[in-house]
C-alpha cells in the first residue's frame, strides 16, 4: 500500500487527533471500547485503563501492519502521518478510532511499538 491522497476532512481529523494530549486520546478511546453510557458510568483513569488494555490485546498485529512499512520510513506531516498510520491500522480498529489510535502511537513514537 502506498500513500494515498486524504480527503480535507480526513486530514482535519488526523490534525485534530494529533494536536490532542495523549491522556485525551486514550480516554476517548475508551470511550469508544465502552460503548454508549460509558461517559455516564466510567471514570476516567477506567476508560483510559481499556484503552491501555486494547493496545496490549492488538500490540501483535498493530506491529504486523505498521513495523517496517515503506510508508513510514520518513514520517514528515503530522497530520498526514496520522492518516497514514490510520489507514494501514484501518482493519484492527474503525475509521474514527483509527485516528485516535494512530495519534496515540505517533505521540508514543514508532519505536514504541516497533523497538
Known sequence: MTRRDHTPDELALAAADIARTEDDLLLDLGLALAGP???R???ADDLRGRANNWFDRNRDELKKR???HPDLDRLTDAALDTAAVADLI???TGKPA???VAAI???RGLHWLCG
Open 41 to 43: 458510568d466510567g471514570d
Open 90 to 92: 484501518a482493519g484492527t
Open 98 to 100: 483509527a485516528y485516535t
Open 37 to 39: 453510557g460509558a461517559a
Open 66 to 68: 505498521l513495523c517496517g
Open 105 to 107: 502511537i505517533l505521540k
